[in-house]
């Protein structure tokens, strides 16, 4: 009985570890991406002390908006990218599963 419970229970533990496996990547490519913006402000508010014109701070500040918008869509990539690993996983699991569980012709 208790082997038939472990063996049922499987699918289950390989979804955790799915989700668990998905939830650490997202985690670290968010604390990298917060890592990353914070040091684009730093970079900023540094270089803006620099500034000898409008035009010249404007300029900077369209850098600044530049790097950060790309630095966000990256983590966005990833993130997505990470989901879509998690997805893909899920899917072929539960397709294991219910092949594992489906009467034999």
Do not use: H
Not at 15 to 41: D, F, P, V
Not at 80 to 97: C, V
């Amino acid at each position: 009985m208790s082997k038939k419970l472990n063996v049922s229970m499987e699918p289950i533990k390989e979804l955790m570890e799915i989700q668990t496996r998905m939830l650490e990547k997202l985690t670290e490519q968010q604390i990298e991406c917060a890592k990353a913006c914070m040091n684009q402000t730093m970079s900023q508010t540094r270089e803006l002390q620099s500034c000898g014109s409008a035009q010249e701070l404007i300029e900077l500040q369209k850098k600044y908006t530049q790097t950060v918008e790309a630095t966000l869509k990256n983590a966005s990539s990833e993130n997505l990218e990470t989901f879509n690993e998690a997805r893909e996983a899920i899917e072929r699991l539960t397709q294991n599963t219910f092949d594992a569980f489906a009467p034999k012709k």
